[in-house]
Antibody
Framework: QVQLVQSGAEVKKPGASVKVSCKASGYTFASYDISWVRQASGQGLEWLGWTNNENTGYAQRFQGRVTMTVNTSRSTVYMELSTLRSDDTAVYYC?????????????WGQGTLVTVSP | SYELTQPPSVSVSPGQTARITCSGDALPKQYAYWYQQKPGQAPILVIYKDNERPSGIPERFSGSSSGTTVTLTISGVQAEDEADYYCQSADSSGTYQVFGGGTKLTVL
C-alpha cells in the first residue's frame, strides 16, 4: 500500500534551518511528483512547492528560502526551509500528486511539526 | 498573488444538502480539487478534476463547476462529514498551486 512516512518533530531557533524528510513506499517512486504543504495551528493549508527527480517549483513567497531535493535510491524527498521565523511554526506535510487524478494530492504523509522558538 | 475564496463556515442538519463554494479567476482554465480534513489528521482528497470522485469516497460527495466558481456538494449529510473542507487549484499559468482558506462544515 502507498505510504509517505515523514521524519519526526523538530524544534529550531529563529534564523536556523530545518530539513524534513518524506520516505515513499508502495508505488513507483519516480512516476509521481511530491508537493509540500504546511498548516499553522488553527489555520489553513499553504502550498510550498513541488519536486520530482528532474524538476522543482516553489511558491513565490518561499523562493530563496526553501529547497526540495530527491534521493531516488532511498525513495525519499527532502524539504529544507532556511532563515526560520516564528511564523514558520506549523505542521509540514508531503503529498503525492497523482497524474490519474489530474495532479490531485491522493496520499499524504502524517505531518511533521516544526516549532520555531527562541 | 492568486487567491481562492471560500466561505468560512457552512452549517446543515443531518440528511440535508451542504454546498461549499470556491471562487477564483483561473478556475475556468484550471481543475479544482477538494479535500476533507478532520482535527489532527492529514487532508483526504474527496474530489479531483472538478467533479471526479476517488475510489472509496462516498457517492454523496460531488463536485461541479460554473465559470469562476466550483462547488462541493454533500448530499444527505452525516455527522461524520463534519470537518474542514479546502479547495485547491492552480493559477492561470499552472505554475503555482493555491488552497482556499477552508470552510468549516458543522452538522447541527
Amino acid at each position: 500500500q502507498v505510504q509517505l512516512v515523514q521524519s519526526g518533530a523538530e524544534v529550531k531557533k529563529p534564523g536556523a534551518s530545518v530539513k524534513v524528510s518524506c520516505k515513499a513506499s508502495g508505488y513507483t517512486f519516480a512516476s509521481y511528483d511530491i508537493s509540500w504543504v504546511r498548516q499553522a495551528s488553527g489555520q489553513g493549508l499553504e502550498w510550498l512547492g513541488w519536486t520530482n527527480n528532474e524538476n522543482t517549483g516553489y511558491a513565490q513567497r518561499f523562493q530563496g528560502r526553501v529547497t526540495m531535493t530527491v534521493n531516488t535510491s532511498r525513495s525519499t524527498v527532502y524539504m529544507e526551509l532556511s532563515t526560520l521565523r516564528s511564523d514558520d511554526t506549523a505542521v509540514y506535510y508531503c503529498a503525492r500528486a497523482n497524474p490519474q487524478s489530474g495532479g490531485g494530492f491522493d496520499f499524504w504523509g502524517q505531518g511533521t511539526l516544526v516549532t520555531v522558538s527562541p | 498573488s492568486y487567491e481562492l475564496t471560500q466561505p468560512p463556515s457552512v452549517s446543515v442538519s443531518p440528511g440535508q444538502t451542504a454546498r461549499i463554494t470556491c471562487s477564483g479567476d483561473a478556475l475556468p482554465k484550471q481543475y479544482a480539487y477538494w479535500y476533507q480534513q478532520k482535527p489532527g489528521q492529514a487532508p483526504i482528497l474527496v474530489i479531483y478534476k472538478d467533479n471526479e470522485r476517488p475510489s472509496g469516497i462516498p457517492e454523496r460527495f460531488s463536485g461541479s463547476s460554473s465559470g469562476t466558481t466550483v462547488t462541493l456538494t454533500i448530499s444527505g449529510v452525516q455527522a461524520e462529514d463534519e470537518a474542514d473542507y479546502y479547495c485547491q487549484s492552480a493559477d492561470s499559468s499552472g505554475t503555482y498551486q493555491v488552497f482556499g482558506g477552508g470552510t468549516k462544515l458543522t452538522v447541527l
